[in-house]
Nanobody
Framework: QVQLVESGGGSVQTGGSLTLSCVAS????????MAWFRQAPGKEREAVVS???????DYANFVQGRFTISKDNADNLLYLRMNALKPEDTAMYYC??????????????WGQGTQVTVS
């Protein structure tokens, strides 16, 4: 039913930038929580940033102003603009979506991930 497909990952130099995209199908982004997570090999998955149904954005501290989330409600698209990338940003990045407006509880839908490698 619902599918989230990420794209935009790749290999980038330290200090470089990438923009990740998440296309949601069978899903209404408007008024619902969506988020970006990441997971490095051998490490736990961690939240990068979320945006709730009221467009409140909650960034992880490690982003330190470098990343920006945006949501296109008309086209059910989620973006993550990543600037000043560091090697520690290297991870598989996942798009996640909730059926609900608050960014609480479990996320209902997940993408397959897109790899970001910073060196």
């Amino acid at each position: 039913q619902v599918q989230l497909v990420e794209s935009g990952g790749g290999s980038v130099q330290t200090g470089g930038s990438l923009t990740l995209s998440c296309v949601a199908s069978g899903y209404t982004a408007r008024g619902r929580c969506m988020a970006w997570f990441r997971q490095a090999p051998g490490k736990e998955r961690e939240a990068v940033v979320s945006v709730n149904g009221g467009d409140y954005k909650d960034y992880a501290n490690f982003v330190q102003g470098r990343f920006t989330i945006s949501k296109d409600n008309a086209d059910n698209l989620l973006y993550l603009r990543m600037n000043a990338l560091k090697p520690e940003d290297t991870a598989m990045y996942y798009c996640a979506a909730s059926r609900f407006a608050p960014c609480t509880g479990d996320f209902d839908y997940w993408g397959q991930g897109t790899q970001v490698t910073v060196s």
